[in-house]
């Protein structure tokens, strides 16, 4: 069960105004331990046409809030289900400080992923990338060609990565689409066993069958000023993957 304010650990938290130890605020910011309200009057947001569903939300300060983070803001998400289970969600910030001053922030769509086991996936896309390591105090380095596997505990910031990620999980045949918006980084997560036994709120051996592959905005912080609007998207999609002697067509997959 969950308790607030802890995090729930699955789904999708949303990150902000901290990404994770970067700041004074508690691990990757507040949002994901407040209760948002329905949004009825959100302010115009083009519709795809393939949405068939979407609801509103917003999140505003409280006073607490406001005393570790002394900045006035509103934060809408739209939450869209397309016809065939793809999944949208679109944040939208502003800067509503009535003391004219700008903020920054960093920002992560913490999405996990179920996949069938952690050792058979591979994310395609971020071959060739620089990356920051959290494991290695941050330090900077380049990934190689290969697409990536996952053989021990992974917690790496992507930067620039492409608007375009595909978790190819062989046993299940499936793949998941991963696209964004207005967010430069990629941020690959699995805790291994070492961690997943440390973790209080995490099975000893659920790692084997999760990996989070997080749209953000990490190494830049986003400023804005009064008045303004930052927007970023996360679009999710699964579609079956064929598998055929080993190799799946990584083109294919990235590009249709
Ligand atoms: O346990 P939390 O606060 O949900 O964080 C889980 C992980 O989230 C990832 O996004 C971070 O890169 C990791 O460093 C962190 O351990």
Avoid at 5 to 28: A, M
Avoid at 148 to 168: G, H, Q, T
């Amino acid at each position: 069960a969950i308790k607030p304010p802890k995090p729930f650990r699955g789904g999708i938290p949303i990150c902000f105004p901290q990404f994770g130890t970067q700041g004074n605020l508690e691990q990757h910011g507040f949002a994901r331990n407040r209760l948002w309200a329905i949004d009825d009057n959100p302010p115009p947001l083009p519709v795809n046409p393939a949405i068939k569903a979407f609801v509103d939300l917003i999140l505003k300060p409280s006073e607490d809030d406001l005393k570790m983070w002394p900045h006035s803001f509103e934060f809408r998400l739209r939450i869209a289900l397309g016809a065939g289970g793809d999944l949208s969600l679109t944040s939208r910030i502003r800067n509503t400080n009535t003391d004219g001053r700008p903020f920054s922030y960093t920002f992560a769509f913490h999405t996990y992923f179920s996949v069938s086991d952690i050792s058979e996936v591979r994310v395609e896309g971020l071959e060739t990338m620089d990356y920051l390591d959290n494991m290695k105090g941050k330090e900077r380095f380049t990934e190689q060609g290969d697409a990536i596997v996952f053989e021990s505990e992974v917690d790496k910031v992507y930067l620039a990565a492409p608007s375009k990620v595909a978790i190819i999980d062989h046993d299940m045949r499936r793949t998941f689409v991963v696209t964004k918006e207005g967010l430069p980084d990629a941020v690959v997560w699995n805790p291994w066993d070492k961690k997943a036994k440390a973790m209080q709120d995490f099975g000893d051996s659920e790692y084997k069958h999760m990996l989070c592959v997080e749209p953000a905005a990490v190494e830049k912080p986003i400023t804005l000023k009064p008045g303004e609007e930052w927007k970023g998207r996360l679009g999710l999609s699964a579609v079956p993957s064929s598998y055929c002697s080993g190799q799946l067509d990584p083109l294919k997959v990235l590009h249709g």
